[in-house]
């Protein structure tokens, strides 16, 4: 079957997708978005949390419906028990909401059809539709049945498992080194602080770090991530969340609700991000940020600034790569510098031993620091133990 053609066919519909499909449509775009699961944002691969600057940013309203829990800031845990605490405005990201993502997603994809959109949802991407060498749309499995989208444009939102990046020769391979591996339990009959999102860092879970983001009162999404690279055998990832979860008294009696595994990127940005009629945006992109993991707001960010540069290719008819171009510009303007030094920072972070992790937490914990990141936190630490960031100096 051969459908109506458009201007941009977006595949996948996670926050990246929709706020592409907005910002495209409401600049004018023929947009199409399509979905390879049956319900937009269900099931839940995340840990939720967002911080409400990330959803200033990208003019996203907060919306009672899709906040589970609003919390008042980050606890970040070392191995001995010492805990640095940060409020929300300071934290990062990651840290002030938690969200109902099968909730939000689908009030983002809702905002993309009121500008316009259309979407389908139960619909593969397949591959790419090239005519004379060039990308004219793609191929699609609808309910069963095979399809042809004909499109000026093509942006991957397809997420970790992108696929639509490799069809179009952009390179988005990732090394062990450069995943982290998760697994998350949404508990509930659990009795955790509930007025912050928590983070425990060190050896409980390799290169990575486990957390406890509250969905309420006595339930929280209760995650692990660890470092690809560092697995020892297939399951360990599971196994090290359940060995935590059994040694922790206030977790130790919970019961989940549901569980999930995926992986995320924690890689620097790859060379490219556009072709000649394609694009990439959200974790397709590899923008995930490399020391927490977290990307809805990078994903939001990428998609506002893809939709609007896609707006002005149609009014141009121009969706060449060098006008595409001005997307990953701004994108790069954005984001660039603070993946490539969080990427560094998590370099030097997965070779930490337990005692230095110690010390760095009592270090925060004593001293404080104004707002979250690698370089606030390294000057901190060098003012009380120079010895421990001689290796991180370059990125002061
Ligand atoms: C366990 C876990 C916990 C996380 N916790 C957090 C957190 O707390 N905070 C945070 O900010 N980030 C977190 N993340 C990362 C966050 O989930 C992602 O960065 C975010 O979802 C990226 O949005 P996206 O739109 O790029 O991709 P996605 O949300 O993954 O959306 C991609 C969509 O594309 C669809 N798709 C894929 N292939 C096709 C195809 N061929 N055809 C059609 N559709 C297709 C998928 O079904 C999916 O709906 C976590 C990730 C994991 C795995």
């Known amino acids: 079957m051969q459908l109506k053609e458009y201007d941009v066919v977006i595949v996948g519909a996670g926050p990246a997708g929709s706020m592409t499909a907005k910002y495209a449509a409401e600049g004018g775009a023929r947009v199409l978005m399509i979905e390879k699961r049956q319900e937009i944002g269900s099931p839940v691969r995340c840990g939720e949390g967002i911080s409400r600057a990330s959803l200033e940013e990208v003019g996203i309203r907060p919306d009672k419906r899709w906040i589970a829990a609003e919390v008042e800031g980050a606890k970040i845990v070392s191995p001995g028990g010492y805990i640095f605490r940060i409020n929300e405005r300071m934290a990062g990201n990651e840290v002030g909401m938690v969200l109902e993502r099968v909730l939000f997603d689908k009030a983002l994809a809702a905002e993309a059809a009121r500008a316009g959109a259309e979407i389908m949802v139960k619909t593969s991407a397949t591959g790419l539709i090239r005519e004379d060498g060039k990308i004219t749309g793609i191929r699609a499995v609808h309910h069963g049945e095979s399809i042809r989208i004909k499109a000026k444009c093509v942006v991957g939102a397809d997420g970790f498992e992108s696929q639509v990046g490799r069809w179009g020769g952009l390179d988005t391979t990732l090394k062990p080194n450069d995943i982290t591996s998760c697994f998350q339990y949404r508990l509930t009959n659990i009795d955790h602080d509930y007025r912050y999102c928590e983070f425990i860092v060190g050896s409980l879970a390799p290169g990575g770090y486990i957390w406890i983001f509250p969905k309420g009162e006595d339930t929280a999404n209760v995650g692990i991530g660890v470092l690809l690279s560092k697995i020892k055998y297939p399951g360990q990832v599971k196994d090290l969340l359940d060995q935590f979860i059994s040694r922790d ?148």
């Open 249 to 396: 008294d206030r977790l130790k009696d919970g019961q989940p609700l549901d569980c999930v595994s995926g992986a995320v990127s924690v890689s620097p940005p790859p060379d490219k991000l556009v072709a000649d009629s394609l694009l990439l945006v959200g974790d397709a992109a590899r923008i995930i940020d490399p020391i927490t993991g977290g990307g809805i707001a990078h994903a939001c960010i990428s998609g506002m600034m893809a939709g609007k540069v896609l707006a002005e290719a149609c009014q141009e008819q121009d969706f060449s790569e060098n006008r595409l171009m001005a997307y990953e510009e701004s994108l790069r303007d954005r984001l660039e510098n603070k993946l490539w030094r969080n990427w560094m920072a998590k370099e030097k972070l997965i070779t930490l031993s337990d005692e230095i992790f110690d010390k760095i937490v009592k270090t925060l914990a004593e001293v404080g620091v104004e707002k979250m990141s690698v370089g606030n936190i390294l000057k901190v630490i060098k003012a009380r133990h120079p010895e421990l960031i001689k290796e991180f100096e370059e990125l002061i």
